[in-house]
Nanobody, 126 residues
Framework: QVTLVESGGGLVQPGGSLRLSCAAS????????MGWFRQAAGKAHEFVAA?????????PTDPSRKGRFIISRAGAQNTVNLQMNDLKSEDTAVYYC??????????????????WGQGTQVTVSA
């Protein structure tokens, strides 16, 4: 069983930056696909970015976030970070860390598939 613990959310002004971190424990966490989804109020889960533990392959974020959101892994690969720059109001959401044993498992938005963190609120507002 894999446990994910997120940190780093909060309130930031438009144009500001935040760095989210997610630490995995239990299981072979270094080999997992890890990354982030987000869910804005009243909307479905949205894929943000993911990175493969075995070879560092990055599954990129939406072009609207390219260059602003940067995903990386550290700490013997059991930590995933999301650096978010030039934040916009539309980035406001609860951000969830997720891990899966495969890309297919990771990309499922079902709460029953893969491992999910508890979520951290990111609010972008003046």
């Amino acid at each position: 069983q894999v446990t994910l613990v997120e940190s780093g959310g909060g309130l930031v002004q438009p144009g500001g930056s935040l760095r989210l971190s997610c630490a995995a424990s239990g299981g072979a966490s270094s080999a997992l696909v890890m990354g982030w989804f987000r869910q804005a109020a009243g909307k479905a889960h949205e894929f943000v970015a993911a990175i493969q533990g075995s070879d560092g392959t990055i599954y990129p974020t939406d072009p609207s976030r390219k260059g602003r959101f940067i995903i990386s892994r550290a700490g013997a690969q059991n930590t995933v970070n999301l650096q978010m720059n030039d934040l916009k109001s539309e980035d406001t959401a609860v951000y969830y860390c997720k891990a899966g044993t495969s890309v297919t498992m990771f990309m499922s938005t079902s709460s029953d598939v893969g491992y999910w963190g508890q979520g951290t609120q990111v609010t972008v507002s003046a």
